[in-house]
């Protein structure tokens, strides 16, 4: 059964990096897109950075350059890498995976079906 479990996250200032792992469990990465999602304050939940079956990631516009998505098949996790934090990035990150093997690793299509139970992320100003 797929379980997905996040960790890392807390309180940073402003500037400052955090690096979250989601470690999964039932998971073939060469099988599934994993995506890093965010719900801040009184927003929708948005994907933030992911990757794809073959090991391809994308990111937000608005952490382009800041965020780093990679994965590690032998301890079955994968990382986000958060630098120069902003206070805009505070919010809970969920872990997430669909099954199948799209290009693509985001867009509303596509079927993110197992989700972890979140780690929260604040960023003081």
């Known amino acids: 059964e797929v379980q997905l479990v996040e960790s890392g996250g807390g309180l940073v200032q402003a500037g400052g990096s955090l690096r979250l792992s989601c470690r999964a469990s039932g998971v073939s990465f060469d099988d599934y897109a994993i995506g890093w999602f965010r719900q801040a304050p009184g927003k929708e939940r948005e994907v933030v950075s992911c990757i794809t079956f073959d090991g391809r990631p994308y990111s937000d516009e608005s952490v382009r350059g800041r965020f780093t998505i990679s994965s590690e098949n032998a301890k079955s996790t994968v990382y986000l890498e958060m630098n120069n934090l902003k206070h805009e990035d505070t919010g809970v990150y969920y872990c997430?995976?669909?099954?199948?093997?799209?290009?693509?690793?985001?867009?509303?299509?596509?079927?993110?079906?197992?989700w972890g139970r979140g780690t929260q992320v604040t960023v003081s100003s």
């Open positions: 997430a995976a669909a099954p199948g093997r799209s290009p693509y690793c985001s867009g509303s299509a596509l079927p993110y079906d197992y």
